[in-house]
């Protein structure tokens, strides 16, 4: 610390498009004048758990970590596969995380069960008869983000939690990135790009070294594995601890449906939470699948709006989440475009030679290092005074060398 250090070479990532070309998909997710004279605008959105919960205090193991998620009914056997496979990843990392599933779908105890998780039927959903919702199609129960992060904190023994979605495949070195981040802060948001994978079989664990025949393949063009454009926008996953909201009152978003992502990201960086990308150290892997949990006219496509699957942006709960940012946040446009290129610091090799990969540690360590503002996070918040990181051991963070700009 203190010195400047050579900035390590960076695997170039396939170049995403302009902004430019984000209008088309943006126009989907800014808030307009039409929600403005909702007259339930000050009663729905809050979590009846917010202040309940203790944020601030307390001990917690750091030995580990807890991951949350609310998978789907185990109903569509592709589904039920890709989700089967996912949480035995997550059992098979090291040191083992808590597993809490939250919600009440046919098959969730028997997966618990199976992979040693904590199963809590009962949270708080969003339907078609949910205050703000305005349909008049009947639509499946979704859970609602506030009070299911307020559940998860409110029951994890662990200092630092991971929300992420059921499908997605985590790597071995995930555990140890989390770790480093746990022990060099108490107050973080952790995320990183994805990458897409059709997974047609149940994956076989027993192997040492299955994850070679999944994340490998992203080491092989034409194998298959995608970086979507879509990834800076479209978070997954989010590491935290209790501190990262403790500044915030989390809202009750409808978890699966465009935009609660980004307002997490925008309020943490808003409240001077440090913000790290993991994208140059970590790859995680969402399995693709059908989108008719959504829309029973959806299609397998995986590209963003396109013919049917433009119901998957302009449904009744995806217009729920706006109308919130549209009512509790005077910025919406700013709050929808928060995304992964506003983070102040990346997860990077302590050494540069080091022979790991994006997928296995190779007993190598890692380190967070600051990195200079993305014109992004410049431009909409100007104004916003960064208060000074304190690194927990200093040996795991790098303040002052000379980087490049964002990841």
């Known amino acids: 610390e203190g010195g400047a250090v050579a900035a390590p070479q960076q695997e170039q990532l396939p170049r995403e498009e302009s902004d430019d070309a984000e209008a ?12 403005q004279n909702d007259s339930s605008a000050e009663t729905y959105a809050e979590s009846e758990l917010y202040g309940k919960v203790d944020l601030e205090h307390g001990t917690f193991d750091e030995s580990t970590f807890t991951i949350f998620t609310t998978p789907k009914p185990m109903v569509d056997p592709h589904i039920a596969m890709i989700q089967t496979n996912a949480l035995r990843s ?17 098959g969730l105890g028997d997966l618990a069960r199976e992979v040693g998780a904590q199963h809590f039927p009962r949270i708080k959903t969003l339907d078609h008869t949910s205050r703000g ?8 129960a979704v859970p609602a983000l506030g009070s299911l992060f307020y559940q998860a904190m409110g029951i994890s023994t662990t200092k630092t ?6 499908d997605i495949l985590l790597p071995p070195v995930f555990a140890d990135i989390i770790m480093t981040a746990s022990n060099a802060s108490d107050c973080f948001l952790l995320l990183s790009h994805r990458y897409r994978l059709w997974v047609r ?7 040492p070294r299955w994850y070679m025949d999944y994340f490998g393949r992203c080491d092989r063009p034409g194998a298959g594995c995608v970086w979507g454009r879509d990834s800076s926008r479209a978070v997954d996953w989010f590491g935290f601890t209790r501190q990262t909201w403790s500044k915030v009152r989390l809202l009750e978003f409808a978890v699966g449906r465009p935009a609660y992502d980004n307002w997490l990201v925008y309020k943490a960086a808003a409240t001077g939470t440090v913000v790290i990308s993991a994208t140059e150290v970590l790859r995680i892997l969402h399995q693709n699948h059908n989108y008719r949990h959504i829309s029973p006219n959806a299609t397998d496509s995986e590209k963003w709006i396109t013919g049917k699957n433009a119901e998957l942006f302009t449904n009744a709960l995806a217009d729920y989440n706006r109308r919130i940012i549209a009512f509790k946040e005077k910025e919406g446009e700013k709050v929808v475009r928060g995304d992964q290129r506003f983070n102040t610091f990346k997860m990077r090799k302590t050494k540069k030679d080091c022979p790991a990969t994006k997928y296995l540690s190779m007993g190598c360590t890692y380190q967070l290092a600051r990195v200079r503002a993305h014109h992004r996070l410049r431009e909409h918040l100007p104004q916003r005074t960064w208060p000074p990181f304190t690194c927990k051991r200093k040996p795991l963070c790098i303040l002052n060398s000379q980087l490049p700009p964002g990841t």
């Open 201 to 207: 079989e149940y994956i076989d664990f027993s192997q």
């Open 24 to 35: 088309e998909q943006i126009r989907f997710l800014i808030p307009d004048n039409r929600y």
């Open 133 to 140: 919702v305005h349909t008049t199609k009947i639509l499946a």
């Open 161 to 166: 939690l991971v929300f992420i979605n059921a």
């Open 90 to 106: 997550w059992a098979h990392l090291r040191p083992r995380p808590h597993i809490v599933i939250f919600g009440e779908g046919q």
